[in-house]
Each structure stands twice: as C-alpha cells, then as structure tokens.
T-cell receptor, first 113, second 113 residues
Framework: GENVEQHPSTLSVQEGDSAVIKCTYS??????FPWYKQELGKGPQLIID?????GEKKDQRIAVTLNKTAKHFSLHITETQPEDSAVYFC????????????FGKGTMLLVSP | DSGVTQTPKHLITATGQRVTLRCSPR?????VYWYQQSLDQGLQFLIQ???????AKGNILERFSAQQFPDLHSELNLSSLELGDSALYFC????????????FGSGTQLSVL
C-alpha cells in the first residue's frame, strides 16, 4: 500500500519567516495530494490540494509543489503568523482511488511572535 | 465549524466494553469516512460509506463495524475494547464518492481504562 513520509516532525520559525514541510510518497499511481491543518482540539481542515497533472498551486500565503518523478511534494508558507501554529498533515491517494487517503505523521509548526 | 457533528466528544469506558460513536455529515454530503488518530500511528483510515453503502475499507479491526443510515448519519461501533483502542476517532464527510476535500468533525476522544 501507499506510504507517506513527512519531515520535519517539528518546525519552529519566527513570525514573518517562511516554513517548508516536505513529504514523499511511495505509490507512483497516487494522483491527489491534499494538505490539512489541525489546530488543538479540532479536526483536520483542508488548506490546499494538488493533483498529479499540476506542478504547483498557490493560495495567498500558502503554496504546494509536486515532483512526480521524485515522488515528493512540499507545503510552503510565507510570511508566517502566530495563527499558523498548528499540526500540518500531508496525504496521498492510493492507487485504488481517492477514497483511501494515506496521511503523513504530521509536522507541528510553531510560529513565535 | 466544518458542519460535521460528532458525538460524544469524550468517552471513557473499560476494557471489554462496547461503544458507539455517532457522526452527522455536512448537509448535502453523501460520503462519510472514519479515521483513527493516535500518537504512534497518526491518522489511519478505517472505513468509508457512500449513500448508505460501504465503499472502501482500511485498517479496520474485525471488532469494529460501521454503518450509514438512510438519513446519512453514521455510527462506528467498537466492541471488546482493549487499552490500545484508546485514540481520537474522527468522522469526515465529502460530497462525492472520491475522497477529495474531506470535512472533518472535532472527533471523539475514546479512553479505554
């Protein structure tokens, strides 16, 4: 089955800095890659997603890049703010379809004022 | 607020017992997904229902079962509980059968003592 590795497990940055979280996946048939943000006491919330036919996608301060050849994708957050502090999860679909999303173990992002 | 409602928020029970977790999806969403979140395993997909029918199965134990009712709410039944079943259980919903753009509830924290 699909395996998703996520790094780093924790990331501390100063407000205004950029943050990058990286994920690799194992199944070359995976074709959908979402990113979720989980705040304390809440469920994961979709923040951005990308399909395998697109190399990059941006939404204001966040962007995701995908390298299908290397089977890795990354989340970029620019001009970080304290409210960006949360756990971020990457995920990838399995070859059996979108339904069975496989998640990475998560990255705890801490943004200090 | 994601629009997905999970009850109860917290559940404390003893080994060997049986519990039922309940989920009401967002209005208009036909798919319901159950995930288990623990510190060591991360977010693990358990099972998906679409419009009352089971669509995909993940790492769900035989002691666990789920169903989706005609009003589209879903229940996850956990029986013969073990200490290792202690985890945060999330329900998510989406419009279609493909597991894209999932909306997660706030979860049920299960503690098995």
């Amino acid at each position: 089955g699909e395996n998703v590795e996520q790094h780093p497990s924790t990331l501390s940055v100063q407000e205004g800095d950029s943050a990058v979280i990286k994920c690799t996946y194992s199944d070359s048939a995976s074709n959908y890659f979402p990113w979720y943000k989980q705040e304390l006491g809440k469920g994961p919330q979709l923040i951005i997603d990308i399909r395998s036919n697109v190399g990059e996608k941006k939404d204001q301060r966040i962007a995701v890049t995908l390298n299908k050849t290397a089977k890795h994708f990354s989340l970029h957050i620019t001009e970080t703010q304290p409210e960006d502090s949360a756990v971020y999860f990457c995920a990838a679909s399995t070859s059996s379809g979108y339904s069975t999303l496989t998640f990475g173990k998560g990255t705890m992002l801490l943004v200090s004022p | 607020d994601s629009g997905v409602t999970q009850t109860p928020k917290h559940l404390i029970t003893a080994t060997g017992q049986r519990v039922t977790l309940r989920c009401s999806p967002r209005s208009g969403d036909l798919s319901v997904y159950w995930y288990q979140q623990s510190l060591d395993q991360g977010l693990q997909f358990l099972i998906q229902y679409y419009n009352g029918e089971e669509r995909a199965k993940g790492n769900i134990l035989e002691r666990f079962s789920a169903q989706q009712f005609p009003d589209l709410h879903s229940e996850l039944n956990l029986s013969s509980l073990e200490l290792g079943d202690s985890a945060l259980y999330f329900c998510a919903s989406s419009v279609g059968v493909q597991g894209e753009k999932l909306f997660f509830g706030s979860g049920t924290q299960l503690s098995v003592l």
